[in-house]
């Protein structure tokens, strides 16, 4: 029974094994593609942003200074 039980446990073990390597590879293709496809994805939106931000402020500016000198 205790054979039986340890062949159970290194069987058990080495699926375990498999497991956590599995899991690594995992992680690494997420912590060295997937993010920085999404840093780039962030990027490029703050540049966006950024754009309609000055855009926004130029025409503020342009309307202040059509009110001003009316």
Not at 36 to 58: D, E
Request: glycine residues 6%; proline residues 0%.
């Amino acid at each position: 029974m205790d054979e039986k039980q340890s062949r159970e446990n290194e069987l058990a073990i080495a699926d375990i094994k498999g497991e956590l390597k599995l899991i690594h590879s995992h992680i690494d293709t997420i912590k060295n593609n997937d993010l920085a496809h999404i840093q780039q994805s962030v990027n490029s939106i703050n540049k966006v942003l950024w754009t309609i931000g000055v855009m926004v402020l130029g025409h503020f500016l342009y309307a202040l200074r059509s009110i001003l000198l009316g």
